[in-house]
């Protein structure tokens, strides 16, 4: 147990303790006493099939997130021997109104008055005694960048030479579970909610919904179903689109909040904190792989202990580098926490030709690359933008609260780019390799496309190459 953390007992009667003094709200408890909303009403609707078009369709620009932190919020890590009265004393100071531990964390909720000022509340708590970490938490968003333009091949897998890569190694097997923490993912036929038509022969194991705080972690939004058909979109069925290691099991959980998730009230914002306890979660029930396809703009020492716990327990974590390529070429964590943990890598992406996409983020923690496409270009003349294109669900009737109708969509983003690299390290967990530190090194070393002088931030360590990665294993065919 790291310094600060506390097994529930000794928190549950810290709470108490202070009552008079703080509301105490939730424990570590996990969904049996968590608030049924919206969505728990529609996963109970009767249900409806899943209905596919053929319409092949970009997605559309999102708006940026307005709000760097959550607010309302603190998270703080206190001191193993942190007394009642002090800390009744501190979080007076801090103008807290409650504390409370989530499941799946090492850290505990400090919530303040909704319009207190969270870095400032923070930086109050950090000064007291007894508090070890105190920080406001992040927002968390999805790395893609839609426009409005067509496309309607998978040259994405054929230029990382995905078919010459299934000769050694046919997509993976069960053995394998990859966390996708996304939005969420259109795994299931429950209620008002289908399973992507094309996700119908590939394999789920359970996960969670740490936005409404339940065990059906469908999406409401599309991201999350498109990066989970790049790793293992059924596959060989005569229908729709190719994944690359589509044996392997897929976890969804959900992290990330759609426009109909935040309408209707979910009870949790997509923050750093969140993310953090859906990578704990993922370790804890058996994920080898975890996809994080997303990011913030600050730091979160919730989320680098979540990383290191995951590595340390033999997890494998790919991070999208970001977007602000063209924008500023800000950094993005958990992203930027790769280049000082082994067994984590974080990608950028790279267009038709293999060259650093506009968007992607060039920075020192850049570690690989894979393809993320390009809807602006039409490099192999298809007369289609190059975005990556799998089946997710139908914008037209996913911004209507409609979640079972589904399209063919290009996206495009650093967050498509991670899921190659996730679903090539569950191809080499296959092959037997258990340390995720050798997951990366095999990656890195067996990359093509090398930078001059072996490395750069546009590229990092180079391209992947699938084929060449297995085959640096030692295994041949
Ligand atoms: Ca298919
Ligand atoms: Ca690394
Ligand atoms: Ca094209």
Do not use: C
């Not at 609707?45 to 369709?57: L, V, Y």
């Not at 307005?66 to 703080?76: K, L, M, N, Q, S």
């Not at 579970?177 to 969420?184: L, Q, R």
């Amino acid at each position: 147990m790291t310094k600060g953390s506390r097994p529930t007992a000794v928190l549950a009667s810290l709470g108490l303790v202070l009552a008079a003094a703080l509301a105490l709200a939730g424990g570590a408890g996990q969904s049996a006493s968590a608030p049924q909303g919206l969505k728990q009403s529609w996963l109970r609707q009767a249900s409806q099939p899943a209905t596919a078009s053929e319409f092949i369709r970009p997605a559309r620009p999102r708006p940026a997130a307005e709000a760097r932190y959550v607010p309302g919020r603190v998270v703080v890590r206190f001191d193993a021997d942190l007394r009642a009265r002090e800390f009744r004393s501190l979080a007076r100071e801090a103008g807290a109104i409650a504390v409370r531990r989530p499941s799946w964390a090492d850290f505990h909720y400090v919530e303040i008055p909704p319009d207190a000022d969270p870095v400032a509340a923070a930086e109050r708590l950090r000064a007291q005694p007894g508090i070890a970490r105190a920080e406001p938490d992040p927002i968390v968003r999805p790395l893609w960048r839609p426009n409005d333009q067509y496309f309607n091949l998978q040259w994405h897998l054929q230029r990382v030479g995905m078919e010459e890569a299934w000769e050694l190694n046919q997509g993976g097997s069960s053995r394998i579970t990859v966390a996708v923490i996304d939005s969420g993912v259109a795994f299931v036929n429950q209620g008002a909610f289908a399973q992507a038509p094309d996700l119908a022969g590939t394999r789920f194991v359970p996960g969670y919904d740490f936005i409404w705080d339940d065990d059906v972690p469908t999406d409401t939004d599309g991201h999350g179903t498109h990066v989970a058909g790049t790793i293992a979109q059924t596959t060989n069925n005569s229908v729709g689109l190719a994944g690359i290691a589509f044996n392997v099991g897929i976890m969804p959980i959900k992290v990330l909040t759609s426009d109909w998730d935040e309408e209707n009230n979910a009870p949790n914002p997509p923050s750093m904190s969140v993310l953090a306890r859906g990578i704990r979660f993922a370790v804890d029930h058996g994920a080898r792989v975890i996809n994080l396809s997303l990011g913030a703009d600050a730091e979160s020492f919730t989320v680098e202990s979540a990383l290191r716990y995951a590595v340390g327990q033999g997890a494998f974590v790919a991070a999208a580098a970001g977007n602000s390529g063209d924008e500023g070429n800000a950094p993005e964590w958990p992203g930027a926490y790769a280049k000082d943990i082994d067994g984590m890598m974080a990608v950028g992406a790279v267009d038709y030709n293999l060259e650093r996409a506009p968007y992607s983020t060039h920075r020192d923690y850049v570690e690989i690359a894979a393809p993320g496409g390009d809807n602006d270009a039409d490099q192999n003349d298809d007369d289609y933008g190059d975005g990556i294109l799998q089946q997710t669900l139908d914008p037209d009737y996913q911004e209507r609260g409609i979640f079972n109708r589904f399209a063919y969509m290009f996206y495009q983003g650093t967050s498509m780019a991670t899921a190659h690299v996730s679903a090539l390290a569950a191809l080499l967990m296959d092959q037997g390799i258990t340390n995720p530190a050798a997951v990366e090194a095999a990656i890195k070393r067996f990359a093509s496309h090398k930078p001059p002088g072996g490395r750069s931030d546009d590229l990092g360590y180079g391209v992947i190459d699938p084929r060449a990665s297995l085959l640096g294993l030692g295994l041949a065919k």
